[in-house]
C-alpha cells in the first residue's frame, strides 16, 4: 500500500505536466526530453509549496486555475513540497523505474519543450514569492 501511495503521488508531477500540456496548448517540441528532466527545475527547488503555487498563478494561470480547481492534485502536490529535493527525486526516480510505460510516453510527448520550459520558469521564481 504505501509503494502505490508513493508511485501516485510521485505520478503527480507527470499529472500536472499532462494538464500543463492541455490547458496552455503548448505549441510541440523538437526535441525529447527525458521524465526526471521535464520536472527537474521543481524536483530540485528549495521552494515551498505556496512560493510555487503563487509563481504558477504568475507565470502559468490556466494551469494554476485547473490545479485549484482539482484539490486532491493540489494536496499532493503540496505533500510532495513537503519532502527535501531529494526525497521528491528518489520518489519520482522510483516511480519512473516502476512505470517505464508513463516514462516512455512522457519523454516522447512532442509537448514535452513547452511543458519543461513552463516548470522552468516557475522554478525560477518561486523565490521571489
Request: no cysteine; proline share 7%; charged share 20%.
Given at each position: 500500500m504505501m509503494s502505490f501511495v508513493r508511485n501516485r503521488r510521485a505520478g503527480v508531477f507527470f499529472?500536472?505536466?499532462?494538464?500543463?500540456?492541455?490547458?496552455?496548448?503548448?505549441?510541440?517540441?523538437?526535441?525529447?526530453?527525458?521524465?526526471?528532466?521535464?520536472?527537474?527545475?521543481?524536483?530540485?527547488s528549495t521552494c515551498s509549496f505556496a512560493q510555487v503555487d503563487a509563481a504558477l498563478h504568475a507565470k502559468a494561470p490556466a494551469l494554476a486555475s485547473m490545479l485549484d480547481q482539482n484539490p486532491?492534485?493540489?494536496?499532493?502536490?503540496?505533500?510532495?513540497?513537503?519532502q527535501s529535493p531529494e526525497q521528491r527525486?528518489?520518489?519520482?526516480?522510483?516511480y519512473l523505474a516502476d512505470n517505464p510505460d508513463a516514462a516512455n510516453q512522457a519523454?516522447?510527448?512532442?509537448?514535452?519543450?513547452?511543458i519543461a520550459a513552463t516548470i522552468q520558469q516557475v522554478a525560477d521564481v518561486c523565490n521571489n514569492y
Open positions: 499529472g500536472a505536466g499532462a494538464v500543463a500540456a492541455v490547458a496552455l496548448a503548448l505549441a510541440p517540441a523538437t526535441a525529447s526530453a527525458s521524465p526526471a528532466d521535464l520536472v527537474a527545475p521543481l524536483l530540485n486532491d492534485t493540489k494536496a499532493e502536490l503540496k505533500a510532495k513540497f513537503d527525486k528518489a520518489e519520482v526516480d522510483q519523454a516522447s510527448d512532442p509537448r514535452a519543450g513547452g
